[in-house]
């Protein structure tokens, strides 16, 4: 959402929280602040008022060294270059757009307030009937900056070094330095006061394509700037290889990859002969993209059509690429096949045991009743005793 669109929001929500009070007069709570701004670029006036009964807001502009010539600004005039978005809750809020400014856009703009009954009663002088906030909007012709044409970085000058180059030709006040940026982020180590700026890229891949931007500062205008566009076809640096889960379950498949522009990401199930694409109407699949990422998110998996191999791709102005998952589904009782296992050795050599008992010869049976080996005699015993009671009588 428009952060100007969230702040319109939240007055009008504001005003089912603020209970009836007293009658007052309108005041400012913010008001419209003064810029500086180059050809090309656009400008937003805040104003937020309070009262009671909310008061109404308006919009004017006079020329500079004219404000004897105010005229009132209507959303969508200049060519639909002005927009003006105003939201009546607790407090009154406006905001003022004005987009591909020109140098004939400056001068003094009002932001108008009043909840008099009689605003708007021309026998009435609005001086008296109005309170009023102004701010002066200045102007000035945009630096004229030659840059390098955008680059695709392909498998053709793929290692080989990218130079990109900016040449700040005219300046209508001091130039002071120049930087570089890529995707809103200052570079470290590229500040000069040269008017002819350069960045090289070493080693181009895929993650060193982006917005890059050359920065020139002034000591009495606004900053310039000339976007160069480094491209590359997409490259996907990070999946899932396989996901494993069991029945019931939510399983989460994801991709991110590197390359510029953003690509577009679709998913696709294949089947062994064919892809499936997927999209967000089942119910069950959700799809969810994010400039460099998108993730896929499978609610209560079943085991009969959800495994198999998705596919994640990624497709820009340069080119597409693509990985794929194995997910793989197991059942309700995947968790007890370790003990069922075990258990299953056990039965199995506790019948063995059993079978071979069972089939055992008779004759290897001993019976309690017979005698384990042969039975000593008492011969030897008596011939001794013979011997001892021959020789006593002799």
């Excluded at 400014?101 to 109005?130: F, H, K, M, V």
């Excluded at 700026?197 to 002034?218: H, L, N």
């Excluded at 199995?348 to 010869?361: G, N, S």
């Amino acid at each position: 959402m428009h952060p100007n669109a969230a702040m319109l929001a939240m007055v009008l929500l504001g005003n089912l929280a603020v209970p009836f009070a007293s009658a007052q007069n309108a005041g400012f709570v913010k008001s419209p602040m003064s810029e500086t701004k180059l050809t090309g670029d656009t400008f937003e006036l805040y104003c937020d008022v309070v009262g009671n009964p909310t008061p109404e807001i308006q919009w004017w502009y006079a020329e500079i060294n004219r404000a004897d010539s105010f005229k009132q600004l209507w959303d969508g005039a200049r060519k639909r270059r002005v927009t003006i978005n105003t939201a009546y809750g607790a407090n009154g809020v406006s905001v003022l757009v004005i987009t591909r400014l020109t140098l004939e856009d400056s001068g003094t703009y009002e932001c108008r307030a009043s909840n008099d009954p009689r605003r708007n009663d021309r026998r009435q002088n609005p001086a008296i009937t109005w309170i009023r906030a102004q701010a002066t909007i200045s102007v000035l012709q945009k630096p004229k900056i030659n840059a390098s044409d955008q680059i695709i970085l392909s498998a053709e000058v793929s290692g080989k070094p990218v130079t990109l180059q900016c040449n700040l030709t005219t300046a209508y006040t001091p130039h002071k330095e120049s930087f570089w940026m890529k995707n809103g982020l200052e570079i470290a180590n590229t500040r000069t006061d040269q008017m002819n700026t350069a960045y090289r890229i070493t080693k181009p891949r895929a993650d060193d394509s982006g917005e890059y931007m050359c920065v020139f500062t002034f000591d009495m205008a606004p900053n310039a700037n000339a976007t160069i566009e480094v491209k590359a076809k997409p490259d996907i640096t990070g999946h899932k290889r396989s996901e494993n889960k069991n029945e019931g379950e939510n399983a989460t498949m994801y991709c991110k990859s590197v390359g510029y522009p953003h690509p577009t990401w679709t998913w696709r199930k294949g089947d062994g002969t064919s892809y499936t694409e997927i999209d967000n109407s089942t119910g069950r699949f959700f799809i969810t993209n994010r400039d460099n990422y998108t993730e896929l998110y499978i609610l209560n998996l079943d085991i009969n059509t959800d495994p198999g191999v998705y596919e994640c791709n990624a497709t820009n102005v340069i080119g597409n690429t693509a990985e794929t998952t194995i997910l793989r589904v197991r059942s309700h009782l995947a968790p007890l096949w370790p003990f069922l296992g075990v258990l299953a050795e056990i039965i199995i050599l506790v019948v063995i045991i059993v079978v071979y008992e069972k089939r055992k010869r008779p004759d290897d049976i001993i019976d309690d009743d017979e005698p384990v080996g042969p039975m000593k005699t008492n011969s030897t015993n008596n011939h001794k005793d013979k011997n001892i009671r021959q020789r006593n009588t002799k």
